[in-house]
């Protein structure tokens, strides 16, 4: 099993450039969830997802777009990238059945200049 | 919507003494509560988690945590700590469905020899 698989490792953009943050999970989850880890601040939850054509805004969705045309996949979208940007991203996904924790993907490194 | 604190940034400890790392939520209901842990550039490993039953949970490498709805808290202990447990220890709370999981902002946990 490939589990959560997030393309790319990393990116460095430019400041108002476009990029989409690829998400995939092989394990037929419901839920799935886009985070941000900056130092001091943990993982900050920006957009979630409980099943292909629902989403929902986290914590801090502002500058960010998602979507979830199928179950296993949920991009997320940065239409103009800006530095306070520049972060780690983790994509999560889980079960909805029974007491499942979340399986993480092993991050997006993404620097914005 | 839920939240969660961790008011302790960092925490140094001896090598065999034991360890609490605090967690506080807010939560309007029963919570689903976790405990990660994240070595340096490495991702989220889960340590345990709590949905329903029995309060005091156990985890994995010797970790336990006690839910205690009175105080709000969901505390990680451990009776005696390893070198190898230095790392961020990450605290967060689930919504009814745990599709909405939101972080604390971590605690630092180095180990004097």
């Known amino acids: 099993n490939a589990g959560v698989t997030q393309t790319p490792k990393f990116q460095v953009l430019k400041t108002g450039q476009s990029m989409t943050l690829q998400c995939a999970q092989d394990?037929?989850?419901?839920?799935m969830s886009w985070y941000r880890q900056d130092p001091g601040m943990g993982l900050r939850l920006i957009h979630y997802?409980?099943?292909?054509?629902?989403?929902d805004q986290g914590e801090v969705p502002n500058g960010y777009n998602v979507s979830r045309s199928t179950t296993e996949d949920f991009p997320l979208r940065l239409l103009s990238a800006a530095p306070s940007q520049t972060s780690v991203y983790f994509c999560?996904?889980?079960?909805?059945?029974?007491?499942?924790?979340?399986?993480f993907g092993d991050g997006t490194r993404l620097s914005i200049l | 919507a839920q939240s969660v604190t961790q008011p302790d940034i960092h925490i140094t400890v001896s090598e065999g003494a034991s360890l609490e790392l605090r967690c506080n939520y807010s939560?309007?209901?029963?919570?689903?509560l976790f405990w990660y842990v994240q070595s340096p550039g490495q991702g989220l490993q889960l340590l345990l988690k709590?949905?329903?039953?029995?309060?005091l949970v156990q985890g994995i490498k010797g970790f336990e945590a006690e839910f205690k709805r009175s105080q709000s808290s969901f505390n990680l202990r451990k009776p005696s700590v390893h070198w190898s447990d230095a790392a961020e220890y990450f605290c967060?709370?689930?919504?009814?469905?745990?599709?909405?999981?939101?972080f604390g902002s971590g605690t630092r946990l180095s180990i004097r020899p």
């Open positions: 967060a709370v689930g919504d009814s469905s745990a599709s909405k999981i939101i």
């Open positions: 394990m037929n989850h419901e839920y």
């Open positions: 709590y949905f329903s039953g029995d309060t």
């Open positions: 999560a996904s889980r079960s909805q059945a029974g007491n499942q924790p979340q399986h």
């Open positions: 997802s409980v099943g292909a054509g629902i989403t």
């Open positions: 939560y309007g209901a029963t919570p689903y």
